[in-house]
């Protein structure tokens, strides 16, 4: 496919003559877009639940594995069918049922691609600050915030050829950058840090790493792996996924909770501004690349979230093409990325509690996907292409109440930093063990993950 060329498919069977590539190509997209130095944030954030230096990296490293597991084997469905992940929910929800999952998909990706523009422009403005102290601040995030808006839309206008190159030479960047960012960085490492959390910490820990990395991608496995050709081995498809997505990452997890152990006041100020607090210690020499990689990393999620929230609102239904979806999820990242940098006062709060809400849904939705596709579509049997269009069974009600019932479960047994989510999460808990070490493992997204599984899998034994 010619990268210079608007793609376009849509939610359509990719077309078998543009199949091509290898399972190995899936390390690029979801390495470049998990390579950003927010992956620094995230182990100060880990750190930040009350666990020391080994237990946080040991939580954290299993929370990304098990998570991006999860999105290997969700790809393994785009490389069988061609067809992007939210239209292949068609086949456990229904043609009108999937509906449900659909917008809540596309309420994740849409999210992160605010979360992910609004920390390009604050880290742009914090380093443009230390260039040019004459700019105002307000000026400065403005501009870094719609120049990351328009990189981010174009991109994912052009589609999945464009974004594949792309992602493959920004990560070749990210690791040259990020190398030389980490040996500046190294005389700040320490392991000054106890554990005071209990085992319900380290039970939060991995649920937290979960929620961090892999549940954000589980509803786009299968948009980057639709082109690969049909014999594309299932065990390749998802291990190249998982080890793209979750193996960089980590490597700056360890690092993020080893300098939150050398500078325990960087973890306050990360949470206000991830990318200008772990900019404080850099040489001015080393600003621009800093710039260059910190939002280049951002840029590379949010071209991936546009492009597959763009996938979402057709699976929804909506009589639009791809690239144009593409510029209603711009207009939205637009507005979002205005409420997080110049109305709301706390980007952590608001940014923990979308995690854990989406985090139990997107649980409880691969659950009910995989359990699908590997007990009533393996064997031969695959995704009928009957169930995918109009005129397919409007509702499956098994896959429907199934993904309900575990959903308010799950956000019954979450605790959330917010006063305002706080209000409406946590309903199934006592105040005392919101308050205790439970509370604290959110463990509302596993119980979530497993009823949903469950559940759809008793409803649906004497289909096979």
Same mark, same amino acid.
């Given at each position: 496919?010619?990268?210079?060329?608007?793609?376009?498919?849509?939610?359509?069977?990719?077309?078998?003559?543009?199949?091509?590539?290898?399972?190995?190509? $899936?390390?690029?997209?979801?390495?470049?877009?998990? $390579?950003?130095?927010?992956?620094?944030?995230?182990?100060?954030?880990?750190?930040?639940?009350?666990?020391?230096?080994?237990?946080?990296?040991?939580?954290?490293?299993?929370?990304?594995?098990?998570?991006? !597991?999860?999105?290997?084997?969700?790809?393994?469905?785009? %490389?069988?069918? !061609?067809?992007?992940?939210?239209?292949?929910?068609?086949?456990?929800?229904?043609?009108?049922?999937?509906?449900?999952?659909?917008?809540?998909?596309?309420?994740?990706?849409?999210?992160?691609?605010?979360?992910?523009?609004?920390?390009?422009?604050?880290?742009?403005?914090?380093?443009?600050?230390?260039? #040019?102290?004459?700019?105002?601040?307000?000026? #400065?995030?403005?501009?870094?915030? +719609?120049?990351?808006?328009?990189?981010?839309? #174009?991109?994912?206008?052009?589609?999945?050829?464009?974004?594949?190159?792309?992602?493959?030479?920004?990560?070749?960047?990210?690791?040259?950058?990020?190398?030389?960012?980490?040996?500046?960085?190294?005389?700040?490492?320490?392991?000054?840090?106890?554990?005071?959390?209990?085992?319900?910490?380290?039970?939060?820990?991995?649920?937290?790493?979960?929620?961090?990395?892999?549940?954000?991608?589980?509803?786009?496995?299968?948009?980057?792996?639709?082109?690969?050709?049909?014999?594309?081995?299932?065990?390749?498809?998802?291990?190249?996924?998982?080890?793209?997505?979750?193996?960089?990452?980590?490597? @700056?997890?360890?690092?993020?909770?080893? @300098? +939150?152990?050398?500078?325990?006041?960087?973890?306050?100020? %990360?949470?206000?501004?991830?990318?200008?607090?772990?900019?404080?210690?850099?040489?001015?020499?080393?600003?621009?690349?800093?710039?260059?990689?910190?939002? &280049?990393?951002?840029?590379?999620?949010?071209?991936?979230?546009?492009?597959?929230?763009?996938?979402?609102?057709?699976?929804?239904?909506?009589?639009?093409?791809?690239?144009? %979806?593409?510029?209603?999820?711009?207009? $939205?990242?637009?507005?979002? &990325?205005?409420?997080?940098?110049?109305?709301?006062?706390? /980007?952590?709060?608001? /940014? =923990?509690?979308?995690?854990?809400?989406?985090?139990?849904?997107?649980?409880?939705?691969?659950?009910?996907?995989?359990?699908?596709?590997?007990?009533?579509?393996?064997?031969?049997?695959?995704?009928?292409?009957?169930? @995918?269009?109009?005129?397919?069974?409007?509702?499956?009600?098994?896959?429907?109440?199934?993904?309900?019932?575990?959903?308010?479960? !799950?956000?019954?047994?979450?605790?959330?930093?917010? =006063?305002?989510?706080?209000?409406?999460?946590?309903?199934?808990?006592?105040?005392?063990?919101? +308050?205790?070490?439970?509370?604290?493992?959110?463990?509302?997204?596993?119980?979530?993950?497993?009823?949903?599984?469950?559940?759809?899998?008793?409803?649906?034994?004497?289909?096979?």
């Amino acid at each position: 496919m010619d990268t210079v060329t608007v793609e376009q498919n849509g939610i359509n069977a990719v077309p078998l003559a543009e199949r091509r590539g290898r399972p190995a190509d $899936l390390f690029w997209p979801w390495a470049g877009s998990n $390579l950003s130095l927010f992956g620094v944030a995230f182990g100060i954030y880990v750190v930040g639940l009350g666990l020391g230096v080994v237990p946080a990296i040991l939580t954290g490293a299993i929370g990304y594995l098990l998570s991006f !597991g999860l999105v290997g084997l969700v790809a393994v469905a785009g %490389a069988r069918s !061609g067809v992007p992940t939210m239209t292949l929910g068609r086949a456990p929800f229904g043609y009108q049922g999937n509906k449900l999952p659909a917008v809540l998909s596309y309420v994740s990706n849409v999210g992160w691609e605010i979360v992910l523009v609004t920390l390009s422009a604050q880290g742009g403005a914090a380093i443009l600050g230390r260039f #040019a102290p004459g700019i105002p601040h307000t000026t #400065a995030t403005a501009v870094c915030f +719609a120049l990351a808006t328009l990189v981010t839309i #174009a991109i994912g206008v052009y589609g999945h050829a464009l974004i594949m190159v792309v992602q493959r030479y920004l990560t070749y960047a990210f690791v040259v950058l990020t190398v030389v960012y980490l040996v500046l960085m190294a005389p700040k490492l320490g392991t000054a840090l106890k554990t005071t959390a209990g085992p319900g910490g380290w039970v939060g820990g991995i649920i937290f790493a979960m929620t961090l990395l892999g549940l954000g991608w589980v509803n786009c496995g299968a948009d980057y792996s639709r082109y690969l050709p049909v014999e594309a081995r299932p065990s390749r498809v998802a291990l190249w996924t998982t080890l793209g997505g979750a193996v960089p990452p980590m490597v @700056l997890l360890v690092f993020g909770v080893l @300098l +939150a152990g050398g500078d325990p006041g960087l973890a306050d100020a %990360a949470g206000a501004d991830p990318v200008g607090a772990l900019a404080g210690a850099l040489p001015t020499w080393f600003l621009l690349p800093y710039l260059l990689t910190a939002i &280049g990393g951002f840029l590379a999620g949010a071209i991936m979230d546009i492009y597959s929230s763009g996938l979402s609102m057709l699976a929804l239904g909506v009589p639009i093409k791809r690239h144009y %979806a593409v510029l209603v999820d711009g207009a $939205l990242m637009l507005l979002g &990325g205005y409420y997080l940098l110049f109305v709301s006062s706390s /980007f952590l709060g608001t /940014f =923990q509690a979308f995690l854990a809400i989406i985090g139990v849904v997107m649980a409880a939705w691969v659950a009910i996907f995989l359990v699908d596709m590997w007990r009533l579509r393996a064997g031969g049997h695959g995704y009928d292409e009957r169930l @995918l269009r109009p005129g397919a069974p409007a509702v499956n009600w098994a896959g429907l109440v199934s993904l309900v019932a575990a959903s308010i479960v !799950g956000i019954g047994l979450i605790t959330s930093t917010d =006063q305002n989510i706080a209000k409406v999460v946590g309903f199934l808990m006592s105040d005392e063990l919101k +308050a205790g070490t439970f509370g604290a493992a959110n463990i509302g997204v596993v119980v979530a993950m497993l009823l949903a599984g469950l559940l759809y899998e008793a409803f649906t034994m004497r289909r096979r």
